[in-house]
């Protein structure tokens, strides 16, 4: 009913900057939170920023100043914008979103949705 399809990752140099797509599509109503999440080898996922369906942002300490996030709620797709990229940031980044989604028969189901992720490699 529903994918989130993350573009973007790749190979960056440290210093160097990449921005990550993510697009929702399917039998979409409304799109509340979206959020990007990273996971490095031998970690948990960890949540990286989120925003809000009226563009309140919110980051986690590690990236902020560095990483921006921003979504076109026309076209159902959040971003992220990283700049400064450290090796530490390497991981494969997920993005997440809360839809509400339109049911064939029933009403408008809320769930939490969440991308396949993109690898992300920060090295010289």
């Known amino acids: 009913q529903v994918q989130l399809v993350e573009s973007g990752g790749g190979l960056v140099h440290p210093g160097g900057s990449l921005r990550l797509s993510c697009a929702a599509s399917?039998?979409?109503?409304?799109?509340?939170?979206m959020g990007w999440y990273r996971q490095a080898p031998g970690t948990e996922r960890e949540l990286v920023a989120y925003?809000?369906?009226?563009?309140?942002?919110n980051y986690v300490d590690f990236v902020k100043g560095r990483f921006t996030i921003s979504r076109d709620n026309a076209k159902n797709t959040v971003y992220l914008q990283m700049n400064s990229l450290k090796p530490e940031d390497t991981a494969v980044y997920y993005c997440?979103?809360?839809?509400?989604?339109?049911?064939?028969?029933?009403?408008?189901?809320?769930?939490?949705?969440w991308g396949q992720g993109t690898q992300l490699t920060v090295s010289s």
């Open positions: 997440n979103a809360e839809i509400v989604v339109k049911m064939p028969t029933t009403s408008p189901m809320t769930a939490r949705y």
């Open positions: 399917g039998s979409i109503l409304s799109i509340n939170h």
């Open positions: 925003i809000t369906s009226d563009g309140r942002t």
